[in-house]
């Protein structure tokens, strides 16, 4: 009875992963508004993903940076997400969009 209890808690907890996993990228970003201000290669209000890849193409502490901006609202407005979905949007921005 235990270890089908373990199994139904560990099976349910790769199903809430993979939900934040399948709603990572663009589609991540667009259903927090990333988009209002940020396009793949365009300037808006903020920079274009694309040069905010380039920009920290070679800081090993990007994405930690990344996420503190978006968690704090420093330097960035404060973005509604648990930690997982700001790592996502990071790696998502990092990664120039893509």
């Given amino acids: 009875m235990k270890s089908t209890m373990i199994a139904l808690v560990a099976a349910a907890s790769l199903v ?14 667009n259903a927090k508004g990333c988009g209002t201000c940020h396009a793949a290669d365009a ?6 993903w694309k040069d905010v890849a380039a920009k920290n193409k070679d800081n090993k502490g990007a994405s930690e940076k990344v996420v ?28 120039g969009g893509k």
């Fill in 16 to 29: 809430a992963a993979g939900t934040v996993l399948a709603a990572s990228g663009a589609d991540l970003a």
């Fill in 43 to 48: 300037k808006k209000v903020g920079p274009s």
């Fill in 68 to 95: 503190t901006m978006l968690k704090d609202g420093k330097g960035h407005p404060k973005v509604a997400a648990s930690d997982a979905e700001l790592k996502a949007l990071a790696a998502f921005a990092l990664a």
